[in-house]
Nanobody
Framework: QVQLVESGGGSVQPGGSLRLSCTAS????????MGWYRQAPGKERELVAT???????NYADSVKGRFTISRDNAKKAEYLQMISLKPEDTAVYYC??????????????WGQGTQVAVSS
């Protein structure tokens, strides 16, 4: 079993900052790509950012220049630093990871989600 646990969500004013964290645990042999997604009310889940095990990153156009994804392979963790937050960033944010387990089963795992609310 693999679990992803997120933290760091909350409520901020426009222009504010938040840092989300996600830590993986369980029967993990290797973590490949990791990512952050978000789902706003009434909308489909969308990609925010991804990062490979080697550190190559990819961002949605809507967050480029404002969000930074990073990871700590030793801690099996990923982070999303968000600055200059806008009301349209309001959503539930989910982390995910492409994991190879110790039984050599590969799968994509998701966190439970953390709420980010941006309003004045």
């Amino acid at each position: 079993q693999v679990q992803l646990v997120e933290s760091g969500g909350g409520s901020v004013q426009p222009g504010g900052s938040l840092r989300l964290s996600c830590t993986a645990s369980g029967s993990i042999f290797r973590i490949n790509d990791m990512g952050w997604y978000r789902q706003a009310p009434g909308k489909e889940r969308e990609l925010v950012a991804t990062i490979t095990s080697g550190g190559t990153t990819n961002y949605a156009d809507s967050v480029k220049g404002r969000f930074t994804i990073s990871r700590d392979n030793a801690k099996k963790a990923e982070y999303l630093q968000m600055i200059s937050l806008k009301p349209e960033d309001t959503a539930v944010y989910y982390c995910n990871a492409d994991v190879l387990t110790k039984l050599l089963h590969r799968g994509t795992y998701w966190g439970q989600g953390t709420q980010v609310a941006v309003s004045s």
